[in-house]
């Protein structure tokens, strides 16, 4: 699996943006993706996921959870982070990862089993 993600830009404080992840590869369908985004000097950390099979559910974390949105189009191969009233604090390069077992904990990277390259969010104020 391969993962690219893309749509990532220049943003003022309050704007929206989509960010997309494109799969390649069999079974898209049957991950759990997720997003992480990493600040510079810092480690990653989990912004939000979607399981994968016939669950779907969908978990962020508690500073984007009112903001942003993780969906999936699975005819596309693709996962989706709708960003919404962006904030200073959410320039960072973004991360999208596939994970083939059911059941991870979100935030866990080493659950993750291929990553895609980052896509850079700057948000100005």
């Known amino acids: 699996v391969q993962l690219q993600a893309s749509g990532g830009g220049l943003a003022q404080a309050g704007d929206s943006l989509r960010l997309s992840c494109a799969a390649s590869?069999?079974?898209?369908?049957?991950?759990?993706m997720g997003w992480f985004r990493q600040y510079p000097g810092k480690g990653r950390e989990f912004v939000g996921g979607i399981s994968g099979g016939s669950d779907g559910s969908t978990e962020c974390t508690d500073s984007v959870k009112d903001r942003f949105t993780v969906s999936r189009d699975n005819a596309k191969n693709t996962v989706y982070l709708q960003m919404g009233t962006l904030k200073p604090e959410d320039t960072a390069a973004y991360y999208c990862?596939?994970?083939?077992?059911?059941?991870?904990?979100?935030?866990?990277?080493?659950?993750?089993?291929?990553w895609g390259q980052g896509t850079q969010v700057t948000v100005s104020s």
């Open positions: 990862a596939a994970a083939w077992r059911f059941g991870i904990a979100w935030s866990d990277m080493t659950a993750y089993d291929y």
């Open positions: 590869g069999r079974s898209f369908s049957r991950y759990t």
